[in-house]
């Protein structure tokens, strides 16, 4: 295992996560599917070593300190040290999402989980990113969080949301935060937009596929060594913020 690329996905039973475990997985590389459910989890290790990755599964709670701490211990026992990060865990909140009727703990659920759960994992595991040679962070964020397209006049950027929109903005202005203060380091951190993707997260109404979401992912996780960092892209390019 010392030569194989080792990644961990969060959320990675089911949906767009499921897809970039298996995109890493095609190129060779040893895929943690990191994910609450023990059920769900399995399933989808068994149908990616079927599919033939080397999938393992990571028992792991972005929300709970004591789940990622464990999820920690796992890889650093399995290999001493973790290659690439994609943090895709996330919630909507719940709906309805206007901001003069939203309630407050929609706003703090989709927080805790989008960008509290992006520091709590990724700080648990930049020890084991710092033993990595060329380690990846892949943030998984959404245009919908580009303040940019959502004042443009005429933007379709879905329906008027105060909590997952502006988790996704936060989780923008994170991932500059980690790029400023890692830029010394051989660590690239770059946020992901999948598009618009058929997910139970908004109810399979998406136009992409979960595979289709992935592919940027994949990109980031696997850049090269002279690749970018701080930015924010989708499958066109580079996304204003």
């Excluded at 719940?94 to 659920?109: E, L, Y």
């Amino acid at each position: 295992m010392s030569g194989q690329t080792i990644a961990l996905v969060t959320g990675a039973n089911k949906g767009i996560g499921y897809e970039i475990a298996a995109g890493l997985g095609a190129l060779g590389w040893s895929v943690g599917v990191g994910a609450r459910d023990e059920a769900r989890r399995e399933a989808a290790v068994q149908k990616l070593r079927a599919g033939g990755a080397d999938a393992f599964g990571v028992p792991l709670d972005v929300t709970d300190d004591a789940s990622v701490a464990a999820a920690a211990r796992l890889l650093e026992e399995r290999a001493d040290r973790l290659d690439v990060l994609v943090n895709n865990a996330g919630v909507t909140g719940g709906m309805p999402q206007t901001p003069t009727t939203v309630d407050p703990s929609a706003v703090r659920t989709a927080v805790e989980t989008n960008v509290i759960g992006v520091i709590r994992v990724t700080n648990a595991l930049l020890p084991l990113l710092r033993h990595s040679a060329s380690p990846r962070i892949v943030n998984m964020s959404s245009s919908v969080g580009s303040l940019t397209r959502q004042t443009a006049p005429g933007a379709d950027t879905g329906p008027i949301s105060a909590a997952y929109a502006p988790s996704k903005t936060f989780l923008n202005a994170l991932t500059v935060q980690y790029a400023r203060e890692l830029r010394d380091t051989n660590i690239l951190i770059n946020a992901a937009c999948p598009g618009y993707c058929a997910t139970d997260l908004n109810g399979f109404r998406g136009v992409r596929t979960p595979e289709q979401g992935a592919a940027i992912a994949i990109r980031l996780a696997s850049l090269p060594d002279d690749g970018p960092t701080g930015a924010f892209f989708d499958e066109d390019g580079v996304v204003p913020w």
